[in-house]
């Protein structure tokens, strides 16, 4: 029996030094400690032995039984600290392996030029204002002073979504629900989409960017709005940029003038950018029409206001001498690419 309990501390002792995890750990205990293993099996015979027998044997089982529980819990351990090993060891970053290299957009030129041009009018101390795409009729046409048998609306071939709503064929209606909203002074402007139903070719598109500028306070004046624009197309063009105001007619302004830029290509000479022109016309703009004014509760005889408009698309196209508007739209990445 002396033999068998030393041939049991030997076997555990070897399988315990080869078990690989700790479903095999338990596997043994059961195999030795168990109800019905080895060593209790032994214990279980006690009772055959000789009194004098019975204690030195009965210590030695103990002995052995000891032996395995510290055997077990020295193995589990060692079984814990090999696999943190493994586990921390395949988790090791290697910080001088190349990284995933991921691809970045970049802005769209609309966004790059429409950064630039907010940029200009927000250090001149405007406010940047956004108004709604779809829009009641009353505001993109009738408080501009653009009535319903006006005939400027024939030339905004316009999306009606019913007789009161339209989408918006040009930014000027959030200048009255600015003013509507808020008395003098007022120096805001407002970038946005716009709609109107056109074919789609080169020089045109359903949808496309206006970016809007309304100023009304106690004596603004014509001056004011000439030094405004100036500024601004210094700012945008470089400061040896020429400008000239043309008389020109807006219903919702009066009076009215479109702005040409002297071409920055030819200097006025003509070329092909210009059209032979040596002039590039890049805005239109005038004095806020009293009744304007009126309509959204502002009283044009203390107050007076400027307010101008441009199509974003041109001005990028002049830019980035880009001779298609529908390149903007199309998204295909290797034009966008360039910018
Ligand atoms: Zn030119």
Redesign the pocket.
């Known amino acids: 029996m002396k033999q068998k309990l030393e041939e049991i501390r030997a076997s555990a002792m070897r399988e315990l030094a080869e078990a690989t995890g700790p479903q095999a750990l338990e596997t043994l205990r059961v195999k030795y400690l168990g109800k019905k293993g080895e060593v209790t099996a032994i214990l279980k015979q006690m009772g055959k032995l000789t009194p004098e027998e019975r204690p030195v044997i009965g210590e030695l089982a103990n002995k052995v039984r000891t032996f395995i529980e510290e055997d077990l819990t020295k193995r589990a351990a060692e079984l814990k600290a090999e696999a943190t090993k493994k586990r921390l060891e395949l988790e090791r970053i290697d910080v001088t392996l190349p990284g995933t290299h991921r691809e970045l957009g970049v802005p769209h030129p609309l966004s790059i030029v429409l950064d630039e041009i907010k940029e200009i009018f927000v250090g001149m101390g405007f406010d940047i204002v956004e108004g709604p795409e779809v829009e009641y009729d009353y505001y993109n046409f009738e408080a501009l002073n653009i009535p319903k048998d006006h005939p400027a609306r024939d030339t905004q071939d316009t999306f009606y979504i019913n007789d009161n709503i339209v989408l918006r064929t040009q930014t000027s209606p959030v200048q009255i629900r600015v003013m509507e909203k808020q008395q003098p002074p007022i120096r805001v402007i407002s970038p946005g989409r716009v709609y109107r139903s056109d074919a789609v070719d080169a020089t045109h598109s359903p949808l496309f960017h206006q970016i809007e500028g309304l100023v009304v306070d106690k004596g603004v004046t014509f001056a004011d709005l000439k030094g405004t624009l100036e500024t601004f197309v210094k700012r945008l063009y470089g400061e040896d940029s020429v400008v000239r105001f043309r008389p020109h007619h807006f219903p919702f302004t009066e009076p009215s003038a479109e702005v040409d830029v ?19 016309e890049i805005l239109g703009c005038g004095m806020v029409h009293p009744k304007v004014l009126s309509n959204c509760g502002i009283d044009p005889e203390v107050y007076s206001g400027f307010a101008l408009g441009m199509g974003l698309e041109r001005v990028v196209m002049r830019r980035y001498n880009i001779d298609d508007l529908r390149l903007f739209y199309e998204n295909d990445v290797r034009f966008l690419k360039q910018f």
Do not use: M, T, V
């Open positions: 002297q071409c920055f290509n030819c200097h006025g000479e003509g070329c092909r950018l210009c059209k032979g022109e040596g002039w590039i």
